[in-house]
């Protein structure tokens, strides 16, 4: 999308609640572990709407992931961010996002809302790319595919497990967690 562009040139998306399409969808995550690399992980069950009104910037997106979903591919850590030190799952089992804004950007689009994780609710910013409209031959339906990315201080959450300091620039782990949704949304 390029500068020029604004909700008036984008494909119409017909009014209604559009949907996740979980096979072709993913919302994933990274985190810097001991300064060297990232870990990567993904959530496996999740939701994803997009409610489309009369209007083109009438949009509103709900998401909600189930914590204990997590995959890391090393089963002692997904257990240890179930547990009370990072996620609390027996006491707050999902993640959950409603927006508030969704705008035009020199690259797409900024979506901000609010981020409910561990109890706590905080305003985060996701940058969001169209990728267009096309009838999937699986279903006939119209799909939606979008791509969001954002960041998020889990200390700001209240989860600083492993925040102990390795030197001047290094933690044990990183405060900061990127995430990426891949998303397609089926046609109401």
């Given amino acids: 999308m390029t500068a020029s562009q604004t909700f008036d040139t984008l494909p119409t998306l017909a009014a209604g609640r559009w949907q996740t399409d979980h096979h072709h969808s993913a919302i994933t995550f990274a985190i810097r572990h001991f300064g060297l690399s990232k870990v990567?992980?993904?959530?496996?069950?999740?939701?994803?709407t997009l409610d489309v009104g009369?209007?083109?910037?009438?949009?509103?997106?709900?998401?909600?992931?189930?914590?204990?979903?997590?995959?890391?591919n090393n089963?002692?850590?997904?257990?240890?961010?179930?547990?009370?030190?990072?996620?609390?799952?027996?006491?707050?089992?999902?993640?959950?996002?409603?927006?508030?804004?969704?705008?035009p950007s020199a690259d797409g689009?900024?979506?901000?809302?609010?981020?409910?994780?561990?109890?706590?609710?905080?305003?985060?910013?996701?940058n969001v790319?169209?990728?267009g409209l096309a009838v999937f031959p699986?279903?006939?339906?119209?799909?939606?595919?979008?791509?969001?990315?954002?960041?998020?201080?889990?200390?700001?959450?209240?989860?600083e497990f492993g925040m102990m300091p390795l030197g001047v620039d290094r933690l044990a782990l990183a405060d900061v967690v990127s995430f990426e949704l891949e998303m397609q949304l089926v046609e109401p």
């Fill in 40 to 48: 990567r992980g993904r959530f496996e069950t999740f939701d994803v």
């Fill in 54 to 72: 009369p209007s083109p910037t009438d949009l509103a997106v709900t998401a909600t992931i189930d914590l204990a979903s997590i995959n890391t």
């Fill in 75 to 103: 089963t002692d850590r997904d257990t240890h961010l179930r547990s009370t030190d990072f996620f609390k799952v027996d006491e707050h089992p999902t993640i959950s996002f409603h927006s508030a804004s969704i705008d």
């Fill in 109 to 126: 689009y900024t979506m901000s809302g609010d981020l409910t994780l561990n109890g706590i609710t905080r305003v985060v910013t996701l």
């Fill in 129 to 131: 790319e169209s990728n």
């Fill in 138 to 159: 699986g279903d006939g339906k119209t799909h939606a595919g979008l791509s969001a990315t954002g960041e998020l201080r889990r200390s700001e959450f209240g989860i």
